[in-house]
């Protein structure tokens, strides 16, 4: 079975400071790893995806995201983060197959919120 | 182009009750996810939807029900509401079964009283 742990709940930060949103997985099987972020009172949105290939993947706003298969961990950077990045991230995982189906496991969550 | 549209946006029940939720995907999409998501908690996957059968299931008990419609709208019902059915209720949706492309609605607040 999945799972995902997000090792921090909430992460302040200061504008235009860098910051990481740790996540790390656990599965028997080769995986697909999504982060996706919620701003308040909306669902959820992708922000970015590794399905294969590059273990380095990157958002239209400047997040990215590692793959790490021996640490098993998707950690999310920004170099620069903006007022307007405070939200609520989620790492989730699926499994590489899983009978076809394209359910989700996610990660509690991570606030982060930016302080000017 | 619509995205997914949940309906409705906010729901109080008592304890007992029976609720049903609503959930029209993105235009296109075929397949139809329902996510639970406690106050400080990432979702969790309820049941998914395709083809008007329901095709996978997570850990959660048969008072939770749903229904795809051949429009591919879809219900979620929960009978016999406890307390702890207190959540945001989200709805996705994906182009085909086997796509990753997920596309969350806005969600349903639910209150059980």
């Known amino acids: 079975a999945q799972s995902v742990t997000q090792l921090d709940s909430q992460v302040p930060v200061f504008e235009e400071a860098p910051v990481e949103l740790r996540c790390n997985y656990s599965?028997?099987?080769?995986?697909?790893l999504f982060w996706y972020v919620q701003y308040p009172n909306q669902g959820l949105q992708l922000l970015l995806k590794?399905?294969?290939?590059?273990?380095l993947v990157e958002s239209i706003n400047g997040f990215e995201a590692e793959f790490n298969k021996s640490q098993t961990s998707f950690h999310l950077r920004k170099p620069s983060v903006h007022i307007s990045d405070t939200a609520e991230y989620f790492c989730?995982?699926?499994?590489?197959?899983?009978?076809?189906?394209?359910?989700?496991?996610f990660g509690a969550g991570t606030r982060l919120a930016v302080h000017p | 182009d619509a995205g997914v549209t949940q309906s409705p946006t906010h729901l109080i029940k008592t304890r007992g009750q029976q609720v049903t939720l609503r959930c029209s995907p993105k235009?296109?999409?075929?397949?139809v996810s329902w996510y639970q998501q406690a106050l400080g908690q990432g979702p969790q996957f309820i049941f998914q939807?395709?083809?008007?059968?329901?095709?996978q299931r997570g850990n959660f008990p048969d008072r939770f029900s749903g229904h795809q419609f051949p429009n591919y709208s879809s219900e979620l019902n929960v009978n016999a509401l406890l307390l702890g059915d207190s959540a945001l209720y989200l709805c996705?949706?994906?182009?085909?079964?086997?796509?990753?492309?997920?596309?969350f609605g806005s969600g349903t607040q639910l209150s059980v009283l």
């Open positions: 590794y399905l294969s290939g590059s273990t």
């Open positions: 599965s028997s099987v080769s995986v697909y």
């Open positions: 996705a949706s994906s182009p085909s079964l086997t796509n990753e492309k997920l596309f």
């Open positions: 989730a995982v699926r499994a590489g197959f899983s009978g076809g189906y394209n359910k989700l496991i």
């Open positions: 939807y395709y083809e008007e059968e329901e095709r």
């Open positions: 235009s296109g999409h075929d397949t």
